[in-house]
């Protein structure tokens, strides 16, 4: 009697050990370290393995592997223990590991759902008497219950903090980008500029600009840089700092200012990002743009007369080579009425339910239409015709246009 009683006592003692180990926050080690004493040391398991469900569900991981020879793998597919959760407790000797014999195979719950199993046997000797792991099945399930729960929640806490933190710089990410873009545009009676910026998530990677160039020379551009998330944005912002200095300093020639743009974008991407881009500059003076196209969706151009073309001259993405293997300017005339749309693949490339791009026929039939429009409502129809196009079809990417009518 005496002897139960000290049994009992031990087992409330070490349940409330490992309680309180959980609550004063020790680490994943310590608390394994107060299961394996409670179990093995006091209670003369022999053999235990415990893995745990892994957040993701896509792996089981290995916790402890004590008492055991050979070597028990860290990690086990999903599908590992499929055969061992017969819904409950299992009794009957499994050969669990690597032929490893265990006497039990006790599943772990939480909102019934299996999260962790015990593997456990008694010592490779005979034991006397009944086996330790049959007399104190219950106990080892509320413990291993308790053990499995506590670290389970403590990893679901410091998932959502990695989520808040992913979450809070996405939101950083997202403010950066929305301050590269203009929010007033160059006062110039020659010209009807506007933009419209539609990002896929939360943070995207495209950007536009126009801005003047001293008193005669407004300068348009677009670009796209490969990937997203902060370090895109990061990317994007130093590059709209360095599109801005080059083009408002020095008479080097556009070919010359392009160059220098693919230098700094390669000194700072290092290979590893590229940016598509487009830029025109036009000049009040000769009724002229000039323009070179890096890899970017070429533009279309609307002349007075209504005719229409794709601006494509140019050079590859900028930063995917040290330097230009090639690089050509285009120009075109520049009178009154003539029009330039800049957009990014998520318009033109948009599918509908039936696997349909949005494409340029689209795009210009909506531009010709539109030609009596301001800008800013020609976007707005843009907006809505893909919307009504895509239908229940999810966004491709990020949707920026910018246009400018000539007057």
């Known amino acids: 009697m005496r002897g139960k009683l000290e049994l009992r006592e031990f087992k409330l003692s070490a349940l409330l050990d490992v309680t309180r180990a959980i609550n004063s926050k020790s680490s994943e080690n310590e608390l394994l370290e107060h299961y394996c004493k409670a179990l093995q040391t006091h209670l003369g398991i022999g053999r235990l393995v415990l893995y745990s469900m892994d957040l993701g569900r896509s792996f089981w991981r290995l916790l402890i592997a004590n008492g055991v020879s050979g070597e028990v793998p860290d990690n086990q597919p999903i599908e590992f223990f499929n055969k061992l959760n017969s819904g409950g407790i299992s009794l009957a000797g499994v050969d669990g590991l690597n032929n490893h014999s265990f006497d039990i195979v006790i599943p772990v719950y939480k909102n019934d759902t ?15 008497g009944m086996s330790p792991v049959v007399k104190h099945l219950n106990y080892i399930q509320t413990l291993t219950n308790i053990l499995v729960v506590a670290l389970r929640n403590r990893e679901l806490v410091e998932e959502n903090l990695r989520q808040a933190g992913v979450r809070k710089e996405l939101e950083l990410a997202g403010e950066m980008q929305a301050m590269l873009l203009p929010k007033v545009w160059p006062e110039d009676s020659k010209i009807d500029v506007s933009g419209y910026y539609q990002p896929h998530q939360q943070i995207g990677g495209d950007y536009y600009d126009c801005f003047l160039a001293g008193l005669d020379q407004v300068v348009m551009c677009m670009a796209d840089v490969s ?30 200012k392009v160059k220098e743009l693919n230098t700094r974008v390669m000194a700072s991407a290092q290979g590893e990002k590229f940016i598509t881009f487009f830029v025109a500059v036009y000049d009040k003076k ?17 002349d007075d007369q209504g005719n229409s073309c794709l601006l494509e001259l140019g050079a590859v993405g900028l930063g995917m080579f040290k330097e230009l293997p090639t690089i050509v300017s285009g120009n075109v005339e520049v009178l009154s009425g003539s029009t330039l749309i800049c957009y990014t693949d998520g318009l033109v490339e948009q599918e509908n339910e039936k696997s349909e791009e949005f494409g340029m026929t689209r795009l210009e039939e909506i531009v010709r239409k539109g030609k009596d429009m301001t800008i800013d409502a020609m976007h707005s129809t843009m907006v809505k015709s893909l919307k009504d196009f895509r ?17």
């Open 114 to 128: 299996v999260i962790a199993f015990v593997l456990a046997g008694d010592k490779e000797e005979d034991v006397p």
């Open 286 to 302: 000769s009724n002229s743009l000039e323009y070179v196209n890096c890899g970017h969706n070429p533009p279309l151009w609307l």
């Open 391 to 407: 239908g229940s079809t999810p966004p491709l990417d990020d949707t920026a246009l910018l246009s400018c009518r000539f007057r």
């Open 227 to 256: 990937g997203k998330g902060v370090g895109a944005a990061i990317l994007m912002s130093n590059f709209q700092a360095n599109v801005r200095a080059i083009f408002n300093s020095g008479s080097r020639s556009l070919i010359e």
